[in-house]
Nanobody, 123 residues
Framework: QVELVESGGGLVQAGGSLRLSCVAS????????MAWFRQPPGKEREFVAI???????YYADSGKGRFTISRDNALNTVYLQMNSLKPEDTAVYYC?????????????????WGQGTQVTVSS
């Protein structure tokens, strides 16, 4: 069982930055595929970024060049640095953890989810 707790959301003006954090319980954090998803108002949850246990990362087109996912295995923490934020980035952001050989860009690829943190970008 893995518990995930996100923090770092808030209200920011367009062009600003936020860093989200997600702390995981458990002793095998380094083995997990960690990802960030988001759910904009009235829309379905969508993939944002992934950090695989190998250290490789991958981003949705919406965040390429603006978002950076990183992880600190010693602290059981994954981060999402978001720069040059736009109003369309407004969403609830969720941290997720998964194992096994799955693509990692679908919600169904993940076994554990955090409660979400709200990010609101004003224009």
């Amino acid at each position: 069982q893995v518990e995930l707790v996100e923090s770092g959301g808030g209200l920011v003006q367009a062009g600003g930055s936020l860093r989200l954090s997600c702390v995981a319980s458990g002793r095998t954090f380094s083995d997990y595929r960690m990802a960030w998803f988001r759910q904009p108002p009235g829309k379905e949850r969508e993939f944002v970024a992934i950090s695989r246990s190998t250290g490789s990362t991958y981003y949705a087109d919406s965040g390429k060049g603006r978002f950076t996912i990183s992880r600190d295995n010693a602290l059981n923490t994954v981060y999402l640095q978001m720069n040059s934020l736009k109003p369309e980035d407004t969403a609830v952001y969720y941290c997720s953890a998964g194992s096994g050989l799955r693509p990692g860009v679908r919600s169904s690829d993940y076994d554990y989810w955090g409660q979400g943190t709200q990010v609101t970008v004003s224009s």
